[in-house]
């Protein structure tokens, strides 16, 4: 073994010293040569440097490349040759080399060849050789909605990509689907990738002005390469980089806005409210309250929303810092953000630091780090939906205060036990904060082994901290009259990626172009939480801070996890002439949370693209730019299920033994040892195309996606013992659909300050359906699955109307009567059970579009930006009797609906009648049409004239005034009172369960109104 070692040291050795005289002696060859010269220079573009330019010496076998700065040095050059510099999307430009020997050369955009540089992970790549399904959003594009969280600017600007909002209060985040469901109880979110990082926190934590762009990787020929991480979609998150010679920047970005409730729950008034009673007959049996009877005294109405929404404001500050040289350039960015709620006591703040560095250590070294911090406040996240109830349902006819002024604790006493909303004014009485902090970081080390082969080394490392406490007095909306409460929780989540990249990039005879990416790493993620809840706290002013104080005692728990995922990947891209590209990629993963025996798994993908554009018979179609047809299959896979899934575990009983009392435990969760990979393939077809100098272009792809051996929680049989879920692999489920995008320039200026129109449109199309479930099972009504169906569905009885006058012979075999709901007879038997329940909606909707309008007049700028939903279904739990807003049982208030009378034969809702409290069909009153249009933003700016600003030392000054949430048009369920189509949250929503709701489904339930914000803004840059 020895010999062995030291035979192959003797080789090593021996390499060394050849290799070194050879790059001894070449340039000493070069230089006795007469004649010749070494050239040096820089190429930039609008006075920015431009890397990765080839500088060839026209006829001889000679080349460089730019770096970073744009510069480029070639040596032993003869003075009569001419250099060559090109580069795609730029005008080729020669230069003779003669005496010079500092050559400096600026290029101009070629509008023809003119492309974009596309993320696709772990790399990049020009969009002409990109083969798999990859969608862009630019700066540009982002800066056009100010929000607070990116995802809000990202809706409806990508087809395939469904963002649907998770809540209305300030801070709220979003759920991101690309290209629909896949698995039924595992993760569907998209992996997020943060500066070629894994990022385990929430687009909410990171600052939209530290965003450069996003790549959204789509379909499995380019996800693959995340393996089972990326097996939902792959959002891939580039912040800004100081690059090259880049003079100190300073750019400073604000803006400062003002909103207001845009459209109030609509609820009877009091002329109203004493109609609905009496129809009722709940007057009859419970008489007014002496409060209300001033009503019929004074005739005043007391609007109880009008009494708590206040004014909004929202501000957003963002300063940057860039320079660079060829050796180091960095960047530092610091952003504060504030937003308050209609609601008192609802807030978001977010303070945020972000930098980068890059350093060129030596000719072969290059090193790197960057860091996304954040520190989140976010108080009364859940007080909307207490508030709100006694806001929609108090009486309009009762005053909240005194005589004093003084908030009455319990205005509907002695009918009513609950206590006035507008307590949550005095903040001293409660509190929710939840406090987060975000670190986010990457070290990078690049050895440039030869000029084709490159090694490159990623660590990355992550700390999540959220805290989250609340404290409710007894005398409170939150808690009427009973023992105060108070608790705290903790989470900690840290971890590490450790990734070894090696490159190789070689074009052969000037047309055979190869790239191939290997790769090893290693992921570990650690998870801690504990949670403590105190009763009867000794003072309201203690709050959550010290639950030793609690006068019954407080109550423990705590848990903890660690997953860690080994990957090995391959990736080799082919491209011929720039015509016929080809992209292979194979996949390795080992995850921890799997079974033993199941924990690897390996999967394909391959994908072949052809410029056809390139093809000699194309060249007489003048107005065509680019045509390109992509074709890809992939297999991408999810282990996207808690650690120890697989393992059997025990719940924890206290059994009472007189003053004492014992512990005994009980099968919980049962052992799996067959659980392993949920398993995609995915096959998509696409083409790309631009007509007309760039004045037309879009993408249009079409896919298929069926998804094997899907991750279900199942219950066991109660005989079993076994209360908890149990995680099996069971089911499939398909995706199939079509996606559309088109950008075009309906008015192009033939000089710069002519009047421009640009618009860009996107349109897709996504249909859901679950294949098959266990054992030949078709339907598993608690979960809410059905074979042939969408993933969502809504199961329930079918409300065809209400029954008319007409019809009393009818509805009386029903049991029923003119007035109430008239439901389907689903199975024709004359009675209405639980037999005739079926799936009568589906919540995926038939199509997703959008669409942004961008105007500019000289130093003037316009957009607008909208995204619509057309078809699918939405649950209102507001509507459903859960919510005791829609109970239309005359005791409180309720939802202004239009309600059945025998002068107003409606077929909407029912009469309303104090006997129906419990009536269970009422849920399928809470089911409505979820299309809409969202005006989402409109922006009017306005550029100051450089010749202005240049005497101040200013490079650049906008200012701009922003219209939010503009306007809902053509959504049924606001023409019918709702104020918002889009969800609120998932399930019930913290109301009363409804049983017609997953809790996986989103819906629309009681929350923080809309608001519409008016922004003034600027944007300056030195």
Known sequence: ???????????????????????????????????????????TFNGEPLSGVTVLVQGANMYAMTDDGGNYTITAVDQNSVLVFSFIGYKTVNETVGTRSIINVTMEEDVQELEQTVVVGYGTQRKSDVTGAIASVSEGTLREVPVSNISQAMQGRIAGVMIQQTGTSPGKGSQIRIRGNRSLSADDDPLIIVDGIPFHGTLNDLAPDAIKSIDILKDASSTAIYGSRGANGVILITTFRSVG???????????????????????????????????SGYQSSDPWLPQEMQYFETGRSYDWQDELYQSSMVTNHDLNFRAGSDVISGNLGITYYNETSPIPGQEFTRYALRGNLDMKMTKWLKVGLSTQNSFGFRDGEGVDIIALKGLVNFSPMVNPYDEDGNIIAKPLAPREDGYNPLLIKNEKLWTQERQTFMSHNAIYAEVQILPELKYRANLGFFYLHNQYGTYYASGTPFRDGSLSTASLSNTNVHGYTLENLLYYDKTFAGKHKIGATLLYSVEDYYAESSQFTGTDMTADYIQYRNLATANSGVTASGSSTRRVLLSYMGRLNYSFDNKYMATVTFRSDGSSVLAAGNKWHSYPAISLAWNIHRENFMEKFKFLDMLKFRIGYGQTSNQAVSPYATLGSMSQSRYNFGEDYVYGYAPFTIENNELGWEYSD?????????????????????YLQKTTDVIVGQNMPASSGVQGTTMLNLGKTQNKGMEFSLSGAIFRPSNPEGFNWDVDYNISFNRNKLLSLNSGVTQNEAYGWFVGYPINVFYDYKKIGIWQLDEADEAAQYGCRPGQLKLEDYNKDGVISVADRYVTHTFEPDALMGMTHRLRYRNFDFTLVAYAQIGGSLVSTLHQR????????????????????????????????????????????GLFDASFVKIQTITLGYTLPKSLLSKFGITDIRVYLTCNNVATLFSPYMDEGGVDPQPTGYGSQGTVSSNTVQNRQLAVGLSTPPVRQFLLGASIKF
């Open 245 to 279: 010679q880049t003079k100190p920047q300073i750019t400073y970005n604000a803006y400062y806005g003002i909103g207001s409730v845009a459209k109030k729950y609509e609820v009877f008034n009091a002329a109203e409210f004493v109609k609905y009673r009496e129809i």
């Open 1 to 43: 073994m020895n010999l062995i070692k030291q035979k192959q040291g003797r080789i090593t050795k021996k390499l060394f010293q050849i290799v070194s005289c050879m790059l001894f002696l070449i340039p000493s060859c070069m230089f006795a040569q007469t004649g010749r010269v070494t050239v040096k220079g820089q190429v």
């Open 882 to 925: 859960n919510s005791y807003l829609n109970t239309l049982a005359g005791r409180l208030n309720n939802l202004r609906v239009d309600y059945w009378t025998e002068t107003n034969p409606t077929n909407a809702y029912p009469k309303p009648d104090y006997t129906r409290l419990n009536n269970s069909f009422d849920t399928t009153m």
């Open 682 to 702: 995915t096959y998509n077809a696409g083409l790309d195309f631009s007509f007309f100098k760039g004045r037309l272009s879009g993408t249009l792809d079409v």
